[in-house]
């Protein structure tokens, strides 16, 4: 992304409203934990990054939510996990842990143990479901269809193409069931490029 680059220089834009946004909003809320949702490829991970790299004081713990799925059939197991075994004794002032998937032995490659008293994020397909348990700064970021697909596709060079249909329908459901694009505090909507 470069200042020549109309497109670019929109998007970096874009991105630093959002982020600003954000902030203004964690701090007028007191947030300790921050939801990062929408559909594959829509910016999620982006937003999250820009947000780390922004964040005043200690950094928040970032925790993606790619990392936890327990495959591609893992969109609600991995929500309900997070939202048990992290995000609930995260507010409890606990310890918490999630489970590192590794998608190439299709196991638990590893457990992460999280300790209370810094900014929880979590940002994935499912974040809100994974942070249900508690008073959350819920961030909802879309795109178009094609945008989105695109830049899911391109993203993980191939990798994901099989599974894209499997996912798209896990997404539809979590929608269909949760509708949480309404929950949400900030939306953010990134253009079309």
Known sequence: MSASDPRGAAAAGAAASAV??????????????????????????????????????????????????????GLE?????????LVARHARGAVGRWGRWDWAAERVAS???????????????GAFAATAPVE?????VEASPRV??????????????????????????????TAPARRADVRVRVADD
């Open 77 to 85: 197991p991995a929500g309900a996990a997070v939202a048990h075994e």
């Open 20 to 73: 600003r946004v954000v902030l203004e909003r964690c701090r007028t809320a007191g947030a300790r934990v921050v939801a990062i949702d929408g559909p594959s490829g829509s910016g999620k991970s982006t937003l999250a990054d820009a947000l780390l790299r922004a964040w005043p004081g200690p950094a928040p713990e970032l925790v993606r939510l790619d990392d936890v799925y327990p495959g591609w059939n």
């Open 136 to 140: 959350t700064l819920a961030v909802w």
């Open 148 to 177: 989105r697909k695109r830049r899911a596709l391109e993203r993980d060079a191939g990798a994901f193409d099989p599974y894209w249909d499997l996912w798209e329908r896990q997404w539809r459901r979590y929608v269909a069931r």
């Open 111 to 125: 457990i992460e143990r999280s300790r209370p008293g810094r900014v929880l994020i979590v940002e994935g397909c």
